[in-house]
């Protein structure tokens, strides 16, 4: 069984900012699609961002973190990372990774086969 693991949240302030890590157990991330997600208590599961296969270079954002997250991959290792800047209170969730099949990656849950248990991030002063 395919597992993924994500890494790195925690407790920021306000405008500080964090690097997520998402590892897997199964093949190199590089040859799939990663997705990140994020769920706050009582709202669903929105889609963060993702990043596209192999070198296709296709980086998706979601609205509500364009311009303040960076989606990155290390080749070799596998990892995928997500760094969130300009934290807000309204950031605060459950951050999940997520694998899928394809070319070009989506930021829509159905995608994804594959989830990490994901790791709290909470923004407050």
């Known amino acids: 069984q395919v597992q993924l693991v994500e890494s790195g949240g925690g407790l920021v302030r306000p405008g500080e900012s964090l690097t997520l890590s998402c590892t897997t157990s199964?093949?190199?991330?590089?040859?799939?699609?990663v997705g990140w997600f994020r769920q706050a208590p009582g709202k669903e599961r929105e889609g963060v961002a993702c990043i596209s296969a192999r070198d296709s270079g296709r980086l998706v954002y979601s609205d509500a973190v364009k311009g303040r997250a960076a989606i990155s991959r290390s080749n070799v290792e596998g990892i995928v990372y997500l760094r969130l800047s300009k934290l807000e209170p309204d950031d605060t969730a459950t951050y999940y990774c997520?694998?899928?099949?394809?070319?070009?990656?989506?930021?829509?849950?159905?995608?994804?086969?594959?989830w990490g248990v994901g790791t709290q991030v909470t923004v407050s002063s």
């Open positions: 997520a694998r899928a099949n394809g070319r070009e990656c989506q930021i829509s849950r159905e995608e994804y086969q594959f």
């Open positions: 199964g093949p190199n991330l590089y040859h799939y699609n």
